[in-house]
């Protein structure tokens, strides 16, 4: 039997064989949020990307400019007014972020870092599960021989005729990197901004911290 997940990989491979543009939304809504951490409170918030930005500099009825590494729970909590939290002290990062809530480049940068060790960690943590109605889910191979199922396919209940896949595919993992890279991706953003003005402000918002 193939699983659902079987045939969203077998999509994905299609779309990537067919040089699907990156800019394909629909790609990547499946995929997990980048998370990170406040190093004021601890609170973890999803990052919304160069995208966000973009798009907020672009709307007619501009609403005002995300600021994508500051904590919404302590901007919410009026950390951000503190003066400090003003991007003309770009020279006092660290300070600002246990201060207001708000992440530094290098923080963004460390935590990027610790979250593509997740995934990838997950990928190799191997865990396979059964396609059939027993979801039994292992991470020991079995190596009995059933039928002409492929070798290390056969699920671990012998009374099972599933076959074991992987929970986490090296489609998922990869779609999952390029997921996060999008997410930074400064320069790609900011080219969907035709207006000079507006693509020059937007640069200048989020240069000191995406750098
Ligand atoms: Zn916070
Ligand atoms: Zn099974
Ligand atoms: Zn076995």
Redesign the pocket.
């Known amino acids: 039997a193939q699983t659902s997940r079987d045939s969203a990989s077998a999509r994905e491979d299609a779309m990537l064989s067919g040089g699907c543009s990156l800019d394909d939304e629909d790609r990547y809504k499946l995929c997990e949020p980048l998370v990170l951490q406040c190093p004021k409170c601890t609170e973890r918030f999803d990052f919304k990307g160069c995208g966000a930005l973009v798009a907020s500099v672009t709307a007619a009825n501009a609403p005002s400019v995300p600021d994508l590494l500051a904590c919404p729970k302590c901007a919410a909590a009026g950390a951000m007014t503190d003066p400090e939290a003003s991007m003309s002290t770009p020279s006092k990062p660290a300070e600002v972020a246990y201060k207001c809530g708000k992440l530094s480049g290098a923080m963004l940068a460390n935590q990027v870092k610790l979250r593509l060790h997740d995934y990838v960690a997950r990928y190799y943590d191997g865990r396979l599960r059964?396609d059939?109605a027993?979801g039994?889910e292992t991470r020991n191979i079995c190596c009995a021989a059933q039928g002409d199922a492929a070798p290390g396919t056969v699920?671990f209940?012998s009374m099972?005729t599933?076959r074991m896949s992987r929970v986490y595919t090296e489609a998922d993992l990869y779609k999952q990197i390029s997921h996060v890279v999008r997410l930074l991706d400064l320069p790609a953003a900011l080219a969907k901004i035709a207006d000079e003005g507006k693509r020059s402000e937007a640069a200048r918002l989020v240069a000191p911290f995406m750098g």
């Open positions: 059964c059939e027993c039994c699920s209940n099972c599933g």
